[in-house]
């Protein structure tokens, strides 16, 4: 099964402060990508970093990084410099077909 | 690009009646879409696959005649909720891709479907 494992259920973090979101998943795939989702109060799901897992590169985009652990199976999102609209539901989404999306990190940042 | 919108963004019901909602990719064409089923403080629950101009498939445990849905065009895909009841409510979100598998899913707003 295509499965995902979010074990933070709340997060905070300092404004201007880093926080890292964990996620580990698990795949007998050789070929996947690995997503991550923003889902703000407004509940509209928001693609915030994709990796693909044959890269061995770490993706980033802006203030946006991930750590991937292929053989831990691990995909971790590193946020830097938080800021107040950062706050927001953060999803891991599975790594094959589309069923089972972590149970998600809720991210509070504290002026 | 990638932008994905949903119709209704809320919707008020009477019990029994029916309910579309549409789900359209704006500026590419989706060989598919997902729809998603969202409960307060919860995670998104898959509830069936769509490829355009096929029978949609459906998660185990979602009632196929209950839930209609219809991918008639590489951009449109639309959700029925048939007879609906107080329990139908809910948060319905939709995604398309350009594939089932591995592809980025883009995101429509959501649907809040409120059955009185």
């Known amino acids: 099964a295509q499965t995902v494992t979010q074990s933070q259920p709340e997060m905070s973090v300092q404004e201007a402060e880093t926080v890292t979101l964990s996620c580990t998943y698990d795949?007998?795939?050789?070929?996947?990508?690995l997503f991550w989702y923003k889902q703000p109060p407004s509940r509209q799901m928001i693609l915030v970093i994709r990796?693909?897992?044959?890269?061995?590169q770490n993706a980033t985009e802006n203030r946006f990084s991930v750590n991937f652990q292929k053989a831990a199976k691990s995909f971790s999102l590193k946020i830097s410099d938080s800021q107040l609209g950062d706050a927001a539901m953060y999803f891991c989404a599975p790594p094959v077909g589309r069923k089972r999306f972590g149970a998600g990190t809720r991210l509070t940042v504290k002026p | 690009g990638a932008v994905v919108s949903q119709h209704p963004s809320r919707v008020i019901c009477k019990s029994g009646t029916s309910v579309k909602i549409e789900c359209r990719s704006l500026d590419f064409q989706a060989t598919t879409m997902f729809w998603y089923r969202q409960f307060p403080k919860q995670s998104l629950m898959l509830m069936a696959t769509s490829n355009e101009g096929s029978k949609a498939t459906y998660e185990q445990g979602v009632e196929k005649d209950k839930f209609l849905i219809n991918h008639a065009s590489l951009t449109l895909s639309t959700l029925t909720v048939t007879s609906a009841h107080p329990e139908d409510s809910s948060f319905y979100i939709c995604?398309?891709?350009?594939?089932?598998?591995?592809?980025?899913?883009?995101f429509g707003p959501g649907t809040r479907l409120l059955v009185l």
């Open positions: 990796q693909e897992a044959y890269k061995q």
């Open positions: 995604s398309a891709s350009t594939g089932t598998r591995v592809e980025t899913q883009y």
């Open positions: 795949t007998s795939e050789s070929d996947y990508y």
